[in-house]
């Protein structure tokens, strides 16, 4: 199938993080990692007692792979500052060899963050906070001495980064709460996009990949040319990512 998509797109699964149930979590990843998939995106709702923290855990299924790729689907801003973030982001790529991107989130349900203790925001503020986050995160992948930032939001006085990353980390950002200048996928950020993308159903419906004994398929997918709905139907969704077009989610049907 020929597709009109800019780059070759990239897939994998989305895991929901539960407690209760890392044993086939860990299965899973395995087998999308033997059947050759690239990504495995993790949801990041650290309010949600029955999620394990995101980190943790991508920390744990890293060390039981070699090849595939990780990213937080996607990290909760409010609680987990910029700075921090970017730290633990590049020192797991470097530990893991290269195999982590940042999927960035500027925040929802608020009543729950503001339960934890983060800040509530309002739309406009939390779009601001992601603009001034996504230049702190580089800031602090740079590897510079005495880095300083003054935002709204977030500040740097005087730090001395480190560890760089090991690769050029993605950041993928949100669709629903992004609009500077209507693209980060441009010059000042890096490789950053936000996923906003144009695909036909007719693209769509003729992807289909054989794992093992599980089969990755579109059924039951409605259009996905703007805004988009996903039904979940088994242990995770199928991904399909491309660096500047965004990200497509299709079923898992087991």
């Known amino acids: 199938m020929e597709s009109d998509l800019p780059r070759k797109l990239e897939f994998g699964i989305s895991i929901n993080p539960s407690w209760s149930e890392h044993e086939e979590m860990l299965a899973l990843v395995r087998l999308a990692e033997s059947g050759g998939l690239d990504l ?6 650290p309010y949600q007692w029955r999620f394990y923290d995101t980190w943790t855990l991508i920390s744990y299924l890293g060390g039981a792979t070699s090849s595939i790729r990780f990213f937080p689907d996607v990290a909760a801003l409010p609680l987990r500052p910029p700075a921090m973030l970017a730290k633990s982001v590049a020192s797991l790529d470097v530990l893991t060899g290269g195999r982590v991107e940042l999927g960035l989130g500027a925040g929802a349900f608020w009543e729950a963050i503001g339960a934890m203790g983060g800040e509530v925001r309002s739309r406009a503020e939390a ?7 996504i230049d702190v995160i580089r800031l602090v992948w740079s590897g510079e001495r005495g880095v300083r930032y003054q935002g709204r939001h977030y500040r740097l006085s005087g730090l001395h980064t480190g560890p760089e990353p090991v690769h050029d980390i993605g950041i993928w950002v949100g669709n629903r709460i992004t609009n500077r200048s209507g693209s980060w996928n441009g010059s000042g950020n890096g490789n950053t996009s936000s996923p906003g993308f144009s695909v036909t159903q007719g693209q769509v419906c003729e992807l289909e990949v054989q794992i093992s004994n599980a089969k990755f398929s579109s059924t039951g997918l409605q259009s996905i040319t703007g805004d988009w709905t996903e039904t979940q139907t088994g242990p995770g969704s199928f991904i399909g990512r491309s660096p500047s077009t965004g990200t497509l989610k299709v079923n898992v049907q087991p």
């Open 127 to 133: 779009v601001a906070a992601i603009e001034e986050a």
């Open 40 to 45: 495995v995106g993790v949801q990041d709702h």
